[in-house]
């Protein structure tokens, strides 16, 4: 075998080229004058071409056939490689327990070898899969610790994901004016670097912030320009992370089309990358949609396949999200009790894991729940809760639903200025966030109050 082969195969690899490394890295193999040292590359590059084309299971017998070179020659920087390149694997089926075990043996050699900058990416990626898994402050502490080896290091293409991350805790807490901080430092970063990646990451993160303000055109915006981006420039993923955002922005605005739409988009990108999380999120997102479009059937299905994803990967926030959406479901097909269950479950996730927006929303459903069941105290204690919440974080969807309850709940007891006066708010609200339909709604209730 000529050396040059191997720098023609290199030369493919890195300028994206990959059927034609493919190509040249099986022949190369095939020679009995390739060293093992070389072998070990060679079926890591293969890994890595197979993984960008979403052939994962291929790409996990390259890296084992590299992993098994790399233990015999007990070659420590490509152990390292491969253990991190399977924890990603791993991560993207959905198998985070595998993945943390992956990650935790990189990040042990790493940390031996004095590698600091491994031990950064390492880092950034465990967080990930506590992020997932809703061990918040345990994810907090992994960015943070990669945040300090990185500006130490001058490592300065790991700052946006880093602040990006951390926004994403702090949004996931509630403190939307903290995330916004720190997705615009991503922002400022990643525009210096020209990181078209983070860029449009970055985008959807600032839109999923203005949704929950209630800025209902600026986070499209964001979105739309998001997508703009990943389009240009085939960063797929996060083209269908934008979708997803951009169907609960529609969703919110009451235009369900759009929103079935954007979540199948989402869907189908994500079911081509094996992405479970993304599938999992998507399934829920159009049961959602058709739970207020009255499809149960559908909804349940989806519901449940969501579930099974979520419950294989101790995804704890999206575990909170099923059980939400089931008792949406249930609590429209008037099955009550179970719906009361249901809300409950997922407001204890929401509790273990801090999720702010999950409890103001579960309590707000809660509030409506108990009014129809006509226990009017646990609706009044429940609807308190929420707006506590949701005015303390300034989620003005969820305030506008919990005025829209409390006017229910005082129109039970005749009492007509009360109700009134919360039907107004939510008026207001919902014609700030653009759902007519909503506002249509609530003042067809003000002018029945109104006339009688």
Same mark, same amino acid.
């Given at each position: 075998?000529?050396?040059?082969?191997?720098?023609?195969?290199?030369?493919?690899?890195?300028?994206?080229?990959?059927?034609?490394?493919?190509?040249?890295?099986?022949?190369?193999?095939?020679?009995?004058?390739?060293?093992?040292?070389?072998?070990?590359?060679?079926?890591?590059?293969?890994?890595?071409?197979?993984?960008?084309?979403?052939?994962?299971?291929?790409?996990?017998?390259?890296?084992?056939?590299?992993?098994?070179?790399?233990?015999?020659?007990?070659?420590?920087?490509?152990?390292?490689?491969?253990?991190?390149?399977?924890?990603?694997?791993?991560?993207?089926?959905?198998?985070?327990?595998?993945?943390?075990?992956?990650?935790?043996?990189?990040? /042990?050699?790493?940390?031996?070898?004095?590698?600091?900058?491994?031990?950064?990416?390492?880092?950034?990626?465990?967080?990930?899969?506590?992020?997932?898994?809703?061990?918040?402050?345990?994810? /907090?502490?992994?960015?943070?610790?990669?945040?300090?080896? #990185?500006?130490?290091?001058?490592?300065?293409?790991?700052?946006?994901?880093?602040? #990006?991350?951390?926004?994403?805790?702090?949004?996931?807490?509630?403190?939307?004016?903290?995330?916004?901080?720190?997705?615009?430092?991503?922002? $400022?970063?990643?525009?210096?670097?020209?990181?078209?990646?983070?860029?449009?990451?970055?985008?959807?993160?600032?839109?999923?912030?203005?949704?929950?303000?209630?800025?209902?055109?600026?986070?499209?915006?964001?979105?739309?320009?998001?997508?703009?981006?990943?389009?240009?420039?085939?960063?797929?993923?996060?083209?269908?992370? #934008?979708?997803?955002?951009?169907?609960?922005?529609?969703?919110?605005?009451?235009?369900?089309?759009?929103?079935?739409?954007?979540?199948?988009?989402?869907? /189908?990108?994500?079911? $081509?990358?094996?992405?479970?999380?993304?599938?999992?999120?998507?399934?829920?997102?159009?049961?959602?949609?058709?739970?207020?479009?009255?499809?149960?059937?559908?909804?349940?299905?989806?519901?449940?396949?969501?579930?099974?994803?979520?419950?294989?990967? /101790?995804?704890?926030?999206?575990?909170?999200?099923?059980?939400?959406?089931?008792?949406?479901?249930?609590?429209?097909?008037?099955?009550?009790?179970?719906?009361?269950?249901?809300?409950?479950? #997922?407001?204890?996730?929401?509790?273990?894991?801090?999720?702010?927006?999950?409890?103001?929303?579960?309590?707000?459903?809660?509030?409506?729940?108990?009014?129809?069941?006509?226990?009017?105290? $646990?609706?009044?204690?429940?609807?308190? =809760?929420?707006?506590?919440?949701?005015?303390?974080?300034?989620?003005?969807?969820?305030?506008?639903?919990?005025?829209?309850?409390?006017?229910?709940?005082?129109?039970?007891?005749?009492?007509?200025?009360?109700?009134? =006066?919360?039907?107004?708010?939510?008026?207001?609200?919902?014609?700030?966030?653009?759902?007519?339909?909503?506002?249509?709604?609530?003042?067809?209730?003000?002018?029945?109050?109104?006339?009688?």
């Amino acid at each position: 075998m000529k050396k040059n082969q191997i720098q023609e195969a290199e030369l493919f690899f890195v300028s994206g080229q990959l059927f034609e490394a493919e190509i040249l890295y099986r022949k190369i193999i095939k020679t009995k004058s390739v060293s093992e040292e070389q072998k070990a590359r060679i079926y890591c590059n293969l890994g890595i071409i197979y993984s960008i084309q979403g052939e994962l299971k291929k790409a996990e017998a390259e890296y084992l056939n590299s992993l098994e070179i790399n233990k015999k020659l007990n070659r420590q920087e490509g152990l390292s490689n491969i253990y991190c390149n399977l924890g990603v694997l791993y991560s993207n089926w959905g198998d985070m327990a595998e993945a943390e075990k992956m990650y935790k043996q990189s990040l /042990e050699i790493d940390e031996n070898s004095g590698k600091m900058e491994g031990v950064a990416g390492i880092c950034i990626n465990l967080g990930n899969i506590y992020y997932i898994q809703g061990k918040l402050e345990t994810a /907090e502490e992994m960015f943070n610790k990669a945040m300090t080896i #990185s500006k130490h290091l001058e490592l300065f293409d790991s700052l946006p994901i880093i602040f #990006s991350n951390l926004g994403s805790i702090n949004l996931f807490w509630g403190k939307l004016g903290k995330a916004e901080e720190l997705f615009r430092n991503a922002l $400022k970063t990643s525009e210096i670097l020209k990181n078209n990646e983070a860029i449009s990451s970055i985008y959807t993160s600032l839109a999923s912030v203005n949704h929950k303000w209630g800025n209902i055109e600026a986070a499209i915006d964001l979105c739309q320009k998001a997508i703009s981006i990943s389009i240009q420039h085939k960063i797929i993923e996060n083209e269908a992370n #934008s979708y997803s955002v951009l169907a609960e922005i529609y969703k919110t605005r009451g235009d369900l089309s759009e929103a079935e739409k954007f979540f199948k988009q989402s869907l /189908e990108i994500d079911e $081509k990358l094996e992405k479970k999380v993304g599938i999992a999120d998507d399934f829920c997102g159009l049961a959602s949609v058709y739970i207020i479009n009255n499809e149960f059937k559908n909804a349940e299905e989806l519901l449940n396949k969501s579930f099974e994803i979520n419950k294989k990967m /101790e995804n704890l926030s999206g575990l909170a999200e099923n059980h939400y959406e089931f008792a949406n479901l249930f609590k429209r097909k008037k099955e009550f009790d179970v719906a009361e269950v249901k809300y409950r479950q #997922s407001l204890e996730i929401a509790e273990k894991t801090n999720d702010i927006e999950r409890k103001g929303k579960c309590f707000c459903e809660l509030g409506d729940l108990y009014v129809l069941m006509e226990d009017f105290n $646990k609706a009044k204690e429940a609807l308190d =809760k929420s707006m506590e919440i949701n005015q303390g974080c300034n989620f003005k969807e969820n305030s506008a639903k919990t005025y829209n309850y409390y006017g229910n709940l005082y129109l039970q007891f005749f009492e007509k200025k009360e109700a009134l =006066k919360n039907y107004n708010s939510a008026l207001k609200l919902f014609e700030e966030l653009g759902n007519q339909q909503k506002a249509d709604e609530i003042k067809l209730l003000i002018d029945n109050i109104t006339k009688y």
